[in-house]
């Protein structure tokens, strides 16, 4: 019995001896561990790179602008959106694109193999920038597949003029594992010519009156969007342009659907009740099969002007020197005038009144091709909105526009015409 107790006292000894030991060898408890540095779980791989993507925490919201010349250049690098100006005479910037929704209605957006992508406002797109010489760099990263590094630099259409043009350059980079095609496209929401009589103005100055959709760009190297105030010219031929594969002069509601290139069935005015006064301009290049690592480059240009003045972009590109174009006679030019009663003398007589006009004669004038007209035109609720906007038109005794009133009675006359045959 003394021999057990004897071994198990020294048994204890031990143990008590060598838990020091032990005690040096286990880590720190879990309280105390959180307190030192090296015990801190590592951050995972991506953590960073999340809170840096688009909208998070870890961009600058402040916009970023570069004025030269005559040109102006903003950029929101939270969301990767843009704007262009140009400088008046009065030392303001007049914007030449919508500056709505923190310019979330014009951008860029790229096709990689089936996938498509929205590069601006879109919290799966990283996105940095950075100035350059005379303008900013944008860059857009989607993920492990493509970098798009947009350039907008600010320069001179000739030697002698003021810096009165952008380049915008965009830099498409395959940095997957595989061969893909990839290809680009840009909207810019235009508002210049939402406030004038025509939207857009052909390369000879003519006005393009409907939604129209070019592939052949050989005479269409530029593009007018202009009011009173400003002018933008898009070029889109020569010098080291990249040549579209289209160009679309459109509603902005036909480019903002699900179609890579917008579905042009449906033809239609840029005036629509449903979407009045909002017209844009959409390019699609042609798609390139890039190799992993490898790239393509997209360029076009932007020439710009204020008070009246014409944008002189078509020399840059050995065009000819842009002329002031021939305003279309108003559709009262042929009205006839009030006829005055006859005056018999000496004796003095009331002059009779203005004959009325005869505004179903006049909106007869007024051009609509019936053929022109989409499904979405032939509708009872299309014809409802239609008759409602003429009304409160008419309604508006401050500030008439007979001339809009006429246009879309002669709109309200060709849907009828049409539904009566049906």
């Not at 406030?195 to 409907?210: I, L, Q, Y």
Request: proline share 6%; net charge negative.
């Amino acid at each position: 019995m003394k021999k057990s107790f004897l071994g198990a006292g020294l048994l204890l000894l031990s143990v008590l001896y060598a838990m020091p030991l032990f005690a040096q060898e286990n880590p720190a408890p879990a309280a105390e561990a959180a307190d030192t540095p090296a015990a801190k779980p590592a951050p995972a791989a991506n953590e960073n790179e999340k809170k840096n993507y688009t909208g998070w925490v870890d961009v600058s919201s402040k916009e970023q602008d570069v004025k030269i010349g005559l040109v102006q250049i903003k950029v929101k690098p939270n969301l990767g959106t843009f704007n262009f100006s140009v400088l008046n005479e009065n030392d303001k910037y007049v914007p030449l694109l919508s500056t709505a929704n923190e310019y979330t209605s014009s951008g860029f957006f790229l096709k990689a193999g089936k996938k498509r992508y929205r590069l601006i406002a879109d919290k799966n797109v990283f996105t940095s920038i950075s100035k350059i010489d005379s303008g900013i760099s944008l860059v857009y990263k989607v993920g492990k597949v493509a970098e798009v590094n947009l350039k907008f630099e600010a320069m001179k259409t000739a030697p002698d003029h003021d810096i009165d043009m952008i380049r915008i350059a965009a830099n498409v980079k395959n940095v997957s594992q595989k061969t893909d095609e990839f290809a680009l496209r840009a909207i810019l929401d235009t508002v210049l010519g939402e406030t004038g009589d025509f939207h857009f103005f052909g390369a000879d100055n003519s006005p393009v009156k409907n939604e129209v959709l070019y592939r052949n760009l050989k005479d269409h190297r530029w593009i007018y969007s202009r009011n009173s105030n400003a002018e933008m010219q898009i070029l889109l031929d020569g010098a080291d342009i990249t040549v579209p594969e289209s160009v679309a002069l459109v509603n902005y509601s036909t480019l903002d659907q699900a179609y890579w290139e917008p579905d042009m069935a449906a033809y239609r005015s840029f005036d629509t009740v449903l979407s009045y006064k909002n017209s844009a301009f959409g390019i699609n290049w042609p798609s390139c099969r890039l190799k992993p690592e490898q790239s393509a480059d997209f360029v076009f240009y932007i020439a710009v002007a204020a008070d009246g003045d014409l944008a002189k972009g078509s020399s840059f590109v050995g065009g000819d020197e842009p002329v002031k174009e021939v305003e279309e006679p108003s559709i009262f030019t042929n009205l006839p005038s009030p006829v005055p009663a006859p005056v018999e003398r000496p004796v003095e007589t009331p002059k009779k009144k203005a004959e009325p006009i005869d505004e179903f004669a006049v909106r007869r004038d007024v051009p609509f091709n019936v053929n022109n007209l989409s499904k979405e035109q032939l509708t009872l609720e299309y014809v409802q909105n239609l008759i409602d906007r003429i009304s409160a038109l008419e309604e508006n005794n401050s500030s008439v526009n007979r001339k809009e009133i006429l246009q879309l009675n002669a709109e309200l006359d060709a849907i009828l015409s049409v539904l009566r045959q049906q």
